[in-house]
Protein backbone atom coordinates (compact mmCIF):
# COMPACT_ATOMS: atom_id res chain seq x y z
CA UNK A 1 0.00 0.00 0.00
CA UNK A 2 2.76 2.19 0.81
CA UNK A 3 4.44 1.49 -2.89
CA UNK A 4 1.49 2.48 -4.32
CA UNK A 5 1.25 5.51 -2.37
CA UNK A 6 4.77 6.28 -3.13
CA UNK A 7 4.23 5.91 -6.81
CA UNK A 8 0.97 7.99 -7.16
CA UNK A 9 2.73 10.62 -5.19
CA UNK A 10 5.87 10.94 -7.46
CA UNK A 11 3.90 10.38 -10.79
CA UNK A 12 1.52 13.27 -9.48
CA UNK A 13 4.52 14.90 -8.81
CA UNK A 14 6.17 14.50 -12.31
CA UNK A 15 3.16 15.27 -13.76
CA UNK A 16 2.75 18.65 -12.18
CA UNK A 17 6.01 19.48 -13.23
CA UNK A 18 5.33 19.21 -17.09
CA UNK A 19 1.95 21.13 -17.14
CA UNK A 20 2.41 23.86 -19.34
CA UNK A 21 2.21 27.22 -18.06
CA UNK A 22 2.32 30.32 -19.82
CA UNK A 23 4.25 34.00 -18.00
CA UNK A 24 0.95 35.82 -19.34
CA UNK A 25 -2.10 33.24 -19.06
CA UNK A 26 -5.09 34.32 -21.30
CA UNK A 27 -8.48 34.17 -19.48
CA UNK A 28 -12.34 34.57 -20.53
CA UNK A 29 -13.93 37.53 -18.78
CA UNK A 30 -17.57 36.14 -18.97
CA UNK A 31 -18.94 39.59 -18.40
CA UNK A 32 -20.40 41.41 -21.59
CA UNK A 33 -20.94 44.89 -22.34
CA UNK A 34 -23.84 45.77 -24.96
CA UNK A 35 -24.22 49.92 -25.71
CA UNK A 36 -26.96 51.20 -28.20
CA UNK A 37 -27.28 55.14 -28.94
CA UNK A 38 -30.01 56.99 -30.19
CA UNK A 39 -28.81 60.73 -31.21
CA UNK A 40 -31.58 62.92 -30.57
CA UNK A 41 -33.88 60.62 -28.52
CA UNK A 42 -35.04 61.89 -24.93
CA UNK A 43 -34.06 59.56 -21.69
CA UNK A 44 -37.42 58.61 -20.90
CA UNK A 45 -37.43 57.40 -24.85
CA UNK A 46 -34.60 55.77 -24.75
CA UNK A 47 -34.71 53.81 -21.80
CA UNK A 48 -38.68 52.66 -22.80
CA UNK A 49 -37.76 51.90 -26.68
CA UNK A 50 -34.26 50.40 -26.65
CA UNK A 51 -32.99 49.36 -22.97
CA UNK A 52 -36.20 47.72 -21.96
CA UNK A 53 -36.15 46.31 -25.41
CA UNK A 54 -33.04 44.87 -25.02
CA UNK A 55 -33.08 43.66 -21.57
CA UNK A 56 -36.31 41.48 -22.47
CA UNK A 57 -34.32 40.32 -25.56
CA UNK A 58 -31.34 39.38 -23.66
CA UNK A 59 -33.31 37.68 -21.03
CA UNK A 60 -33.94 34.35 -23.22
CA UNK A 61 -29.73 33.89 -23.56
CA UNK A 62 -29.51 30.90 -22.28
CA UNK A 63 -26.81 30.39 -18.72
CA UNK A 64 -27.90 33.76 -18.20
CA UNK A 65 -26.48 34.66 -14.75
CA UNK A 66 -27.39 38.21 -14.30
CA UNK A 67 -28.62 41.18 -16.22
CA UNK A 68 -28.49 44.90 -15.50
CA UNK A 69 -29.06 47.76 -17.23
CA UNK A 70 -29.05 51.70 -17.25
CA UNK A 71 -29.49 54.19 -19.59
CA UNK A 72 -27.67 57.83 -19.47
CA UNK A 73 -28.08 61.12 -21.45
CA UNK A 74 -24.45 60.61 -22.65
CA UNK A 75 -21.51 58.35 -22.38
CA UNK A 76 -18.08 58.49 -20.95
CA UNK A 77 -16.49 59.26 -23.89
CA UNK A 78 -18.80 62.25 -24.94
CA UNK A 79 -18.26 63.65 -21.34
CA UNK A 80 -13.80 63.26 -21.87
CA UNK A 81 -14.94 65.15 -25.26
CA UNK A 82 -16.73 67.95 -23.00
CA UNK A 83 -13.79 68.19 -20.54
CA UNK A 84 -11.25 68.26 -23.74
CA UNK A 85 -13.33 70.68 -25.41
CA UNK A 86 -13.12 73.17 -22.20
CA UNK A 87 -9.71 72.52 -21.40
CA UNK A 88 -8.79 74.02 -24.45
CA UNK A 89 -11.14 77.49 -24.16
CA UNK A 90 -9.10 78.46 -20.75
CA UNK A 91 -5.96 77.30 -22.59
CA UNK A 92 -4.78 80.29 -23.85
CA UNK A 93 -6.42 82.43 -20.62
CA UNK A 94 -4.03 81.08 -18.48
CA UNK A 95 -0.45 82.58 -17.49
CA UNK A 96 2.26 82.53 -20.22
CA UNK A 97 4.54 79.50 -19.26
CA UNK A 98 1.73 77.24 -17.89
CA UNK A 99 2.33 73.63 -19.43
CA UNK A 100 -0.56 71.96 -19.84
CA UNK A 101 -3.44 71.21 -18.60
CA UNK A 102 -3.36 67.94 -20.49
CA UNK A 103 -6.26 65.32 -20.45
CA UNK A 104 -5.20 61.96 -19.45
CA UNK A 105 -8.35 59.13 -19.41
CA UNK A 106 -5.73 56.44 -19.83
CA UNK A 107 -3.65 56.78 -16.65
CA UNK A 108 -5.21 53.23 -15.53
CA UNK A 109 -3.54 51.45 -18.27
CA UNK A 110 -0.78 49.15 -17.18
CA UNK A 111 2.11 47.61 -19.06
CA UNK A 112 2.69 43.92 -19.75
CA UNK A 113 6.28 44.11 -20.56
CA UNK A 114 8.81 46.80 -20.05
CA UNK A 115 11.82 46.78 -22.67
CA UNK A 116 15.07 48.61 -21.79
CA UNK A 117 17.16 50.00 -25.01
CA UNK A 118 21.04 51.21 -24.70
CA UNK A 119 23.24 51.23 -27.82
CA UNK A 120 27.22 52.33 -27.56
CA UNK A 121 28.65 54.61 -30.45
CA UNK A 122 24.51 55.92 -31.12
CA UNK A 123 23.66 59.63 -30.75
CA UNK A 124 20.09 59.92 -28.77
CA UNK A 125 18.64 60.42 -31.85
CA UNK A 126 19.83 57.81 -33.81
CA UNK A 127 18.18 55.49 -30.56
CA UNK A 128 15.11 57.04 -30.81
CA UNK A 129 14.78 56.18 -34.84
CA UNK A 130 16.00 52.52 -33.71
CA UNK A 131 13.29 52.13 -30.99
CA UNK A 132 10.67 53.58 -32.93
CA UNK A 133 10.96 51.45 -35.42
CA UNK A 134 10.85 48.93 -32.87
CA UNK A 135 7.20 50.41 -31.56
CA UNK A 136 6.33 50.33 -35.20
CA UNK A 137 6.77 46.77 -35.48
CA UNK A 138 5.29 45.74 -32.15
CA UNK A 139 2.14 47.57 -32.50
CA UNK A 140 1.75 44.66 -35.84
CA UNK A 141 2.06 41.96 -33.37
CA UNK A 142 -1.54 40.36 -32.67
CA UNK A 143 -2.94 41.50 -29.02
CA UNK A 144 -0.74 44.26 -28.82
CA UNK A 145 -2.72 47.67 -28.26
CA UNK A 146 -0.03 50.35 -26.86
CA UNK A 147 3.38 50.61 -27.16
CA UNK A 148 4.76 54.15 -25.21
CA UNK A 149 8.48 55.35 -25.06
CA UNK A 150 9.71 56.36 -21.42
CA UNK A 151 12.80 58.48 -21.00
CA UNK A 152 13.63 59.33 -24.85
CA UNK A 153 15.91 62.12 -24.79
CA UNK A 154 13.61 65.40 -26.37
CA UNK A 155 15.92 67.64 -29.04
CA UNK A 156 16.94 70.56 -27.95
CA UNK A 157 18.90 73.18 -29.90
CA UNK A 158 22.12 75.25 -28.39
CA UNK A 159 22.60 78.61 -29.07
CA UNK A 160 25.80 80.14 -28.45
CA UNK A 161 26.81 83.75 -29.25
CA UNK A 162 29.67 86.31 -28.59
CA UNK A 163 28.00 89.57 -26.65
CA UNK A 164 30.84 91.23 -28.07
CA UNK A 165 30.05 90.48 -31.36
CA UNK A 166 26.25 90.58 -30.70
CA UNK A 167 26.57 94.56 -29.49
CA UNK A 168 28.57 95.11 -32.52
CA UNK A 169 25.32 94.39 -35.03
CA UNK A 170 23.51 96.46 -32.11
CA UNK A 171 21.55 93.46 -30.55
CA UNK A 172 21.61 92.67 -26.87
CA UNK A 173 20.82 89.32 -25.81
CA UNK A 174 17.51 89.95 -24.63
CA UNK A 175 16.13 91.01 -27.97
CA UNK A 176 17.99 87.86 -29.46
CA UNK A 177 15.70 85.91 -26.86
CA UNK A 178 12.45 87.78 -27.37
CA UNK A 179 13.01 87.41 -31.30
CA UNK A 180 12.90 83.45 -30.17
CA UNK A 181 10.17 83.54 -28.14
CA UNK A 182 7.79 84.83 -30.62
CA UNK A 183 8.65 82.33 -33.23
CA UNK A 184 6.71 79.72 -31.13
CA UNK A 185 3.41 82.10 -29.94
CA UNK A 186 0.28 80.70 -30.62
CA UNK A 187 -2.33 84.03 -31.73
CA UNK A 188 -6.00 83.05 -31.43
CA UNK A 189 -7.51 84.23 -34.43
CA UNK A 190 -11.27 83.44 -34.22
CA UNK A 191 -13.86 81.20 -34.50
CA UNK A 192 -15.79 79.10 -36.92
CA UNK A 193 -19.27 78.34 -35.33
CA UNK A 194 -21.60 75.74 -37.25
CA UNK A 195 -24.86 74.80 -35.56
CA UNK A 196 -22.86 71.48 -34.45
CA UNK A 197 -19.54 73.09 -32.80
CA UNK A 198 -17.24 75.82 -33.05
CA UNK A 199 -13.92 75.32 -33.99
CA UNK A 200 -11.12 77.97 -32.69
CA UNK A 201 -8.48 79.32 -35.14
CA UNK A 202 -5.13 79.94 -34.31
CA UNK A 203 -2.02 80.82 -36.29
Known amino acids: VYYLMLAVLVLGIGAYLQLGRNEDPTFTIKTMVVQARWPG ?7 HQVTERLERKLQETPHLDYLKGSTAPKTVADTWYQVRKKIEDIRLTLPQGVIGPV ?4 FGDTYGIIYGFTADGYTNRELRDYVENVRSRLLQVPDVAKV ?5 QPERIYIEF ?20 AQNVVVPS ?5 DQEGIKLQV
Not at 41 to 47: F, H, V
Not at 103 to 106: N, Y
Not at 148 to 152: D, E, F, V
Not at 162 to 181: D, H, I, M, R
Open 162 to 181: SPQKLAGYGLTAEALTTALQ
Open 148 to 152: NLIGA
Open 41 to 47: ATLDDTL
Open 190 to 194: GEIVT
Open 103 to 106: ADDE
